[in-house]
């Protein structure tokens, strides 16, 4: 009886096989991003945005603008009324949040429940920590800067 070459596939050559697949798994779950990461850092420079307009229009008016937790949402107090052909000021239509399981809380000024946005040119610095799930950002600025969205620091 002759000896033919062997059919199939060694265990190496299987294992090298596996070992393939598994990293190009491994690279595929590491690119897809967690939906509720996404969600939350759209909330976040949505709302880091929204500040920065309240604050710029506090400025410019010299009124005093206060940003204020709500049960589901928010609220900017003290913002000028938009004359016609304005535009829309953050007050109006934006009370809410993008999506309903977002939370907040003023982490600075310790024991604050809202934000004063000027009218002086230099406020103090404060922090609004944002969460969904289990992923939290917090919106900070100095006082001089703007709000900057950054991952929560333990």
């Known amino acids: 009886m002759p000896h ?3 059919r199939g596939f060694t265990l190496l050559e299987l294992m090298v096989v596996v ?6 798994t491994a690279a595929v779950s590491f690119a897809l991003r967690d939906d509720s990461g996404t969600r939350l850092e759209r909330e976040a420079l ?3 945005a929204m500040l920065e307009s309240a604050r710029a229009q506090s400025l410019t008016s010299g009124l005093p603008v206060v940003w204020r937790l709500r049960p589901h949402g928010f609220e900017f107090i003290g913002l000028p009324r938009a004359r016609a052909g304005d535009g829309p000021t953050p007050s109006e239509g934006a009370h809410q949040w993008l ?6 809380q003023v982490l600075q000024p310790p024991g604050a429940t809202a934000l004063v946005l000027g009218p002086e040119p ?5 922090r609004i920590a944002l969460g969904l799930g289990e992923r939290r950002l917090v919106l900070a600025t100095d006082g001089l800067g703007p709000f900057r969205v ?3 620091a333990p």
Do not use: F, K, V
């Open 122 to 126: 230099l406020i103090p610095a404060q």
């Open 19 to 24: 070992a393939i697949i598994a990293m190009a």
């Open 150 to 152: 950054t991952p929560d």
């Open 46 to 48: 949505r709302l880091s």
């Open 4 to 6: 033919g070459r062997p």
């Open 99 to 104: 999506n309903a399981d977002t939370g907040a």
